[in-house]
């Protein structure tokens, strides 16, 4: 079956902004709370699949795509709790997101259905480019050799899910149309990461 992912979408990602160095050690030394909150970023990319879904039952392509996605990322979801668990650690309460709260705010409330859409599949890909971002840091610069690895595996899937949605959006709009405003997205969420602070206990 011929890749649904075209050659151009894989140049035109590329976050604005790389994550502090910093934030690794950071991180490593809040497992408990960033596994937490990695788990409730799993559960949250399926819910928000499954409301794509249920929003937008018509786009059979994406209805299709990612119906498997949310399974994955339910799956995510157990994988990383079962770590938690191992560890004898406790999965936390959900934290505020700022950082997805702040993305929200980015999309458009009025204009087409069309428009909406698009801003719903970008949010997507955004907050997968940029977990994919993070997990490529932990599994390259944590000193634990097995989760180094454990957050390799996220990365490269979270990586996939992030070409599809924007496969997803050029399937539906106009590529020109897509590409101007993936690239207000990434500038949009480069003052966002700048204006964060680096926190240990959060994915984002
Ligand atoms: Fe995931
Ligand atoms: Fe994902």
New binding site residues.
């Given amino acids: 079956m011929k890749s649904i992912y075209s050659e151009h979408t894989r140049n035109i990602l590329g976050l604005k902004l790389p994550t502090d160095p910093r934030w690794v050690n950071l991180a490593e030394i809040s497992l408990e709370a960033v596994l937490t909150d990695h788990a409730y970023c799993?559960q949250k990319?399926a819910t928000t699949c499954i409301s794509l879904i249920q929003r937008y039952p018509d786009r059979e392509l994406m209805v299709q795509k990612l119906s498997p996605?949310v399974t994955?990322?339910w799956g995510?979801f157990r994988a990383v709790l079962a770590e938690i668990q191992k560890r004898g650690l406790k999965l936390g309460k959900q934290r505020k997101d700022i950082y997805v709260n702040k993305l929200l705010v980015f999309q458009k409330k009025g204009g087409s259905v069309e428009d909406r859409f698009l801003d719903q599949l970008l949010t997507?890909a955004l907050?997968?480019a940029r977990?994919?971002e993070r997990f490529k840091r932990l599994s390259e610069g944590m000193e634990d050799a097995y989760m180094r690895k454990f957050y390799r595996n996220f990365m490269e899937?979270?990586a996939?899910?992030?070409t599809l949605f924007i496969t997803l959006a050029e399937h539906y709009i106009d590529k020109v149309t897509v590409r101007k405003r993936w690239q207000e997205w990434l500038d949009y969420e480069k003052e966002l990461m700048n204006s964060m602070e680096i926190r240990g206990d959060r994915v984002h």
């Fill in positions: 799993e990319a996605i994955e990322e995510h997507m907050i997968e977990s994919c899937s979270e996939g899910h992030y």
